[in-house]
């Protein structure tokens, strides 16, 4: 979205292809940003104040709760023809002219290029205090992490220089689409870790210049993505970085016996790590999306605490119908946090154990809130899962199961969920014909009969269809009083089939796709946005207690407690046919209290994954194997 913004503040938002900014909360969060800018308050405009709650965006909140932008983008920028004045912008102090294809390719890979180098700036300068920290300067310098955003984005510019009313003109769009996606296809043919971009063998070379910590290796690889090596002396760093951020378990470092032992992360996982803490988040926020207020603070939850928050919700519970039996057996669990309400103060946690923190303050207050809170809010498995913990844990369990006379399962595996569209690629391309869900769809001019109302010309469309072209022209020339050829309408179909025409075995292939137009794009966009920003409420929603790491629309990651997730995946699924009824979402029109109806996408097809995994189990394994089930 940040790549996106320079663009849609020159130009506005209807630039904006794929994805829309109808309802989408990024949009609403950047205009909330330049009215504020104009020193006016959203709040006070009701007509905007109410798309953008339509759309998910929580004022209040400072920025877009969930990630529904998704990694592609489509713009149409203006013509420098017929518009010149107006076709130039400004963005990090430099100024672009639409002339140029490849100018413009530049400018926007500058532009991610400088939003990269901003936040990991913002990152060394938030947490950089301590000699230590400055080794990771040094580190980033020397691999060039600068310049190895961790993931490569290709552009493609496709011109378009069609007269006014010219044959090329009719399917400018289509043309221009075509362009840019064979061009990305291409280029996307080979693709390499982002890791390769660094500097490993110059770092690796000028091994002197990083002693390693007694009784250590000097170079370890990261225990998160196992990739990259781990930054040098990671343990004593990783401490560092925990008091540097005020956060001592971002990190899991513990002290065994005088050593330290724990997670070694390398500086892509460090950042990524970094970038969630209270601390960092505003700035980084700052950087990539701009600012209207103080945001309320994030909390990311652990995956432990999405498969423990159904015990949690037991214990607390249990704790309102029998104070006196729960509570000592929670004391000999976890020690209450005496920083409780300073941490509660921006209350914004993981939704699930946002409502208990709310079901806790409403029935108990001083050491109880403490001690209840903090199995709340606290991370899972340092409360519940580890070593000695387990005999205290399972006679609170046993407690509580008296207590509630249902079983409270301490579960310590979670389900994630993966979704992903079927054929999505071919219906933005306009290839309808060859999706599997639209049987219907055998042939373009078949198609077309059955959209106009005057019977004539579906007979003669139909017709064409069939090849049977003389008798098309003869049956149009009646109809019309006028002469009309067969070779006139071959030499229009000639141009309709150099323009659909992709390469296939089969010659009547381009037969069964159409023209895309901005407008078919618009609504299967407007269609996507309001299909991931739905998902991405249902998921969260306390009840079901999941958590949404990516919703594209199509596609879809999140993490939920197991017990949910089943029901959850279902709602996924129904939401992308049509919800309340087949083919189209229902929109909530807040103050009118009418219905608004977005399109869905109907009967096209949609696969789902539920992977159900260990809380210890490595994330990026589990992500393998629902990638891996997806594809079955
Ligand atoms: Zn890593």
Redesign the pocket.
């Given at each position: 979205w940040s790549i996106a913004l320079p663009f849609v503040k020159a130009f506005g938002p209807d630039i904006l292809v794929l994805p829309t900014a109808r309802g989408n909360p990024f949009f609403y969060h950047t205009l909330t940003c330049m009215l504020s800018d104009q020193r006016l308050r959203v709040e006070t405009i009701p007509d905007i104040k109410k798309a953008a709650e339509l759309a998910g965006y929580e004022i209040g909140l400072g920025y877009p709760r969930h990630a529904v932008v998704p990694a592609k983008i489509t713009l149409i920028l203006p013509s420098t023809r017929s518009y010149p004045q107006d076709a130039r912008l400004t963005a990090d102090g430099k100024e672009l002219e639409l002339s140029d294809a490849k100018k413009i390719a530049e400018f926007i890979n500058e532009i991610y290029l400088s939003r990269w180098r901003g936040l990991v700036k913002s990152i060394l300068e938030t947490i950089s205090e301590t000699s230590k920290l400055e080794v990771l300067r040094k580190v980033f310098d020397y691999i060039a992490l600068n310049d190895s955003p961790p993931l490569p984005l290709r552009v493609a510019v496709a011109e378009v220089n069609a007269a006014p009313h010219s044959k090329d003109a009719y399917r400018a769009y289509h043309l221009a689409f075509r362009k840019v996606s064979s061009a990305l296809s291409r280029a996307g043919g080979l693709k390499v870790s982002p890791s390769a971009a660094l500097n490993l063998t110059e770092y690796t070379r000028n091994y002197e210049q990083y002693p390693p910590a007694s009784g250590e290796l000097r170079f370890y690889a990261?225990s998160?993505?196992?990739?990259?090596p781990?930054v040098p002396k990671s343990l004593e760093v990783a401490e560092d970085i925990n008091s540097s951020v005020s956060e001592d378990k971002l990190v899991t470092i513990e002290r065994r016996n005088g050593r330290l032992t724990g997670e070694r992360?390398?500086p892509?996982?460090m950042i990524k790590r970094i970038s969630t803490t209270r601390k960092v988040f505003p700035r980084i926020l700052e950087e990539l999306l701009e600012k209207h207020r103080g945001p309320e603070l994030p909390r990311f939850p652990s995956v432990s605490s999405v498969a423990a928050i159904n015990f949690k919700k037991a214990v607390i519970d249990a704790a309102a119908k029998r104070p006196e039996t729960i509570l000592p057996l929670l004391r000999e669990v976890i020690k209450p946090r005496e920083d409780i309400n300073e941490l509660l103060a921006p209350p914004v946690t993981y939704g699930p154990e946002q409502e208990l923190l709310k079901q806790i303050g409403q029935k108990f207050k001083g050491d109880d809130f403490q001690v209840l809170g903090t199995l709340a809010i606290g991370d899972a498995e340092d409360l519940l899962l580890v070593g000695g913990q387990r005999a205290r844990v399972s006679k609170l369990a046993k407690a509580v199961r008296k207590v509630l006379s249902s079983e409270p399962a301490l579960n310590t595996y979670y389900a994630m969920i993966k979704g992903d569209g079927d054929d999505v690629g071919k219906i933005v391309d306009g290839g309808i014909g060859n999706v599997k869900a639209i049987p219907t769809f055998k042939n373009l001019f078949q198609y077309l009969s059955t959209l106009t109302p005057n019977k004539d010309l579906g007979n003669v469309l139909r017709m064409i269809g069939d090849n049977k072209l003389e008798e098309a022209a003869q049956r149009l020339s009646e109809g019309l009083g006028r002469e009309v050829s067969p070779e006139k309408i071959h030499e229009l179909l000639a141009l309709l089939k150099e323009s659909l025409e992709v390469e296939s075995e089969d010659e009547d292939n381009w037969k069964r796709r159409f023209l895309v137009s901005p407008a078919y794009h618009a609504a299967l966009s407007r269609s996507l946005m309001t299909l991931a920003t739905q998902i991405s409420k249902e998921i969260s929603d306390p009840r079901v207690g999941g958590f949404v790491v990516y919703s594209g629309g199509d596609d879809v990651l999140a993490v939920s407690p197991v017990k949910a997730a089943l029901n959850v995946t279902l709602t996924v699924r129904s939401l992308y046919g049509g919800w309340p009824s087949m083919g189209f979402l229902k929109q909530n029109d807040i103050e009118s209290e009418k219905d608004s109806f977005v399109p869905s996408l109907g009967d096209l097809g949609q696969s789902l994954a539920i992977t159900y995994a260990h809380y210890r189990y490595p994330l990026s394994d589990v992500l393998k194997s629902a990638i891996n089930a997806l594809k079955e």
């Open positions: 990261c998160v993505c196992g990739e990259v781990a992360l390398c892509f996982c």
